[in-house]
């Protein structure tokens, strides 16, 4: 601090800080401090006679009083701590506006200390030495250059760190009475830097000054009295060697990705090479950018013009994927009594997304719009694709289409003088599980085993006819009086429906149940061992694969028990196999039949 005046060293002061020196009558008198004993004091104590203060003698002369505090001890520790703290008088600058002078131009800031090419091994602290380039315009020696700002670090554009920075350098060039000769460019050296290699160096901010012909003035220069010998400057890149700034954008499903090249430090102009690619020229402030890339890792290789040998680095970048297309579901409109293939509705489609079915991967139905028509019965692998991005979805199923279950054979009784005064039908050899109607119109007769079924009471000439219905709701054509039989033929193989293979033993848990007695013989009692509330759907098939009973159970429930009629005694033990199908799922087990 040199040469402060009172009025300086106070105004650089907070108010509650001079409060605690000077009485409220001086602190009018300096003129530039509106006094309030509120901000300085709490109410409590502004009139009380223990607030005094003390003034060193040094500043009696200018005051004309002495004036004591209580509280001296406590002030002089508070303005000693501030001014340790404070460093207003080290870093007072003049306003921008007054730094007008165009004498000296910081034309280039570089890292010096290291080979040619400034090498380091990437992630490595590096410590160089910072040094200016600076272009004397004027035809005079100037003794001396200054700069104070911030030093900021990037990885790439990405802000890393800073700190303010300052230098002086005073001492003459070799050869010469200044450090500035008249009209040519000087490097002057202005102590270390250190950084990662690979970080971008800018120093942002700049305060530039220098001394007057006259002047001769050395370093230090108080950063106070540098105008009207100072300028100023937004930023200056600090040349760290040959580097540059790589940005990738990410494939997406439809189009590759890129990778943009921005070269900095060295020697431009510079040459860029993607992988071992044909290098591209790029002059000084300029970009490239490499297109349509793949996704993966890619090497790019930048090299300046540094002779005799160039400069060059290689710098990574990867070039990231598209963001997977959701996995696609959809529902089937199975095939039907009259209609021999299915639909296949996707759920949701996505725009300009195909979705595809495919057996054993050899395509077979695409579906732009979501639908699939005419699908034939079969299994098939179901995926969604746009571009290059492809997601498969579940299996999709496509039943066979359903058999038409032939008329019915009919054996005929009719009615007669000496018999029966009203005839009539049995079905000769019903199918377990099918609905037969008399007529159409009536809920029908569902064939059970060793029951017949039977349609009596039907007046003289009525001409009724008989239809089958499968449990696919499939209906045969009418069987009438012009079809039928005399006798009903014995019972064959035949009888079976086409879902009457008995499935192989299983349990699934959520459809568990226990039968007996074990063995069993006239009748079968099935216990329910699910703890939720459902419809059942049991089945009994013999040890050939034949359905012999087929029986549904509305709102089943836990330890609920059914009993089966199976009087199938054969004359001989005989292996069963009994499937229980809920609305969760199913379970299947093996009994066993007495003689």
């Known amino acids: ?133 600076i272009n004397n315009t004027t035809g005079s020696n100037r ?57 971008r160096l800018v120093i942002t901010n700049l305060y530039l000054a220098w001394t007057a012909a006259t002047d001769n003035a050395s370093c230090p220069l108080e950063s106070s009295k540098i105008a009207p010998k100072c300028g100023t400057l937004p930023f200056i890149e600090i040349n760290a060697g040959v580097n540059g700034t790589l940005t990738a954008v990410n494939a997406t499903c439809t189009a590759g990705g890129s990778i943009t090249v921005a070269p900095f430090g060295g020697l431009p102009p510079y040459s860029v090479k993607l ?35 160039n400069c060059s680095i290689i710098i990574p970048k990867t070039v990231g994927g598209p963001t997977p297309i959701a996995k696609p579901a959809a529902t089937v409109v199975q ?20 979705y595809t079915l495919k057996q054993s991967d050899v395509l077979k139905y695409t579906a732009v719009s979501g639908v699939f028509s005419s699908v034939v019965p079969g299994i098939y692998e179901f995926a969604a694709s746009i571009g290059i991005c492809s997601t498969a979805g579940d299996n999709i199923t496509v039943n066979s289409q359903p058999a038409t279950p032939s008329a019915p054979s009919l054996k005929i009784t009719q009615p007669s003088l000496c018999g029966p005064a009203t005839g009539s039908i049995e079905v000769c050899n019903p199918i377990i599980g099918y609905t037969y109607k008399l007529n159409g119109a009536n809920p029908g007769v569902m064939a059970v085993a060793n029951v017949p079924v039977i ?45 009457a293979v008995a499935p192989i033993e299983t349990k699934t848990e959520t459809a568990g149940f ?14 329910y061992d699910f703890d939720y509330k459902s419809d ?45 199908t809920t609305n969760r799922g199913s379970s299947i087990k093996k009994v066993i039949s007495s003689e």
């Open 514 to 527: 226990t039968t007996y007695p074990v063995p069993f013989k006239d009748q079968l009692t099935i216990r």
């Open 1 to 133: 601090m040199k040469n402060t005046t009172l009025q300086q060293f106070f105004g650089h002061l907070p108010s509650k800080i001079i409060g605690c020196f000077l009485p409220k009558n001086k602190i009018s008198s300096l003129g530039f401090l509106t006094f309030n004993e509120s901000d300085f004091y709490p109410k409590s104590l502004i009139n009380s006679t223990h607030i005094r203060c003390f003034i060193h003698d040094s500043l009696l002369k200018l005051l004309g009083e002495r004036t004591f505090f209580s509280f001296r001890n406590a002030c002089m520790f508070l303005i000693v701590s501030y001014l340790s703290s404070f460093n207003v008088f080290a870093q007072v600058f003049p306003d921008p506006k007054r730094c007008t002078s165009k004498d000296l131009q910081l034309v280039e800031a570089k890292l010096t200390g290291g080979d040619p090419c400034n090498s380091c091994t990437p992630g490595n602290t590096v410590i160089r030495t910072l040094t200016l380039s």
């Open 455 to 499: 349609f009596s009471n039907l007046a003289a000439g009525s001409n009724p006819s008989v239809t089958a219905t499968s449990p696919a709701n499939c209906t045969s054509s009418p069987a009438n009086c012009s079809s039928a039989t005399a006798t009903c033929a014995a019972p064959s193989q035949a009888a079976k429906t086409t879902e």
């Open 275 to 309: 992988g071992n690619g044909t290098p591209v020229p790029v002059v000084a402030g300029g970009s490239t950018i490499f297109t349509n890339l793949a996704v993966g890792n890619y090497n790019v290789t930048i090299t300046d013009s540094t002779l005799p040998n």
């Open 143 to 199: 003794t001396s250059f200054a700069f104070w700002g911030t030093l900021e670090r990037y990885n790439g554009t990405t802000f890393v760190s800073s700190e303010s920075i300052s230098g002086c350098n005073s001492t003459p060039l070799p050869g010469y009475e200044a450090a500035l000769p008249p009209n040519q460019i000087t490097a002057l050296n202005f102590g270390n830097v250190t950084y990662l290699c690979g970080q």
């Open 536 to 580: 059942v759907k049991i089945e009994v098939f013999d040890s050939q694969g034949i359905s012999v009973l087929s029986k549904s159970d509305t709102n089943s429930y836990l330890n609920k028990e059914v009993t089966l009629d199976l009087k199938l005694n054969r004359g001989r033990d005989q292996v069963y196999v009994v499937k229980v």
């Open 335 to 354: 095939p039907t009594c009259s209609i021999a293939t299915g639909t296949v509705n996707v759920t949701s489609p996505v725009n300009a997304v195909a």
